[in-house]
């Protein structure tokens, strides 16, 4: 079975940093590309960034580029994001999941940036 745990969020002040983990299982990790979306309160979900399956390749959101980094342990079967300089609207629950997408995600982590 699929499974998806995200871990690593909370509240954070403008300006501050977290780092997010996942922790993938019941597949192949190495196998699969990777992907961290988001879904902020009456929005939809979207992409946020994605990771080839070596890690060799990354892509992200024109609203995150160059503040969050994507990455991966596939020894670990765990894909990490460090988000910099954090912004209000970056609040949302972030999620991982594969490419092609799988169709039970995970119950997320919630990131709240707020004074």
């Known amino acids: 079975q699929v499974q998806f745990v995200e871990s690593g969020g909370g509240l954070v002040q403008p300006g501050g940093s977290l780092r997010l983990s996942c922790a993938a299982s019941g597949f192949t990790t190495s196998s699969f590309a990777m992907t961290w979306y988001r879904q902020a309160p009456g929005k939809e979900r979207e992409l946020v960034a994605g990771i080839s399956q070596a890690g060799g390749s990354t892509s992200y959101a024109r609203s995150v580029k160059g503040r969050f980094t994507i990455s991966r342990d596939n020894a670990k079967n765990t894909l990490y994001l460090q988000m910099n300089s954090l912004k209000p609207e970056d609040t949302a629950v972030y999620y991982c999941?594969?490419?092609?997408?799988?169709?039970?995600w995970g119950q997320g982590t919630q990131v709240t940036v707020s004074l």
């Open positions: 999941n594969r490419i092609p997408l799988a169709t039970d």
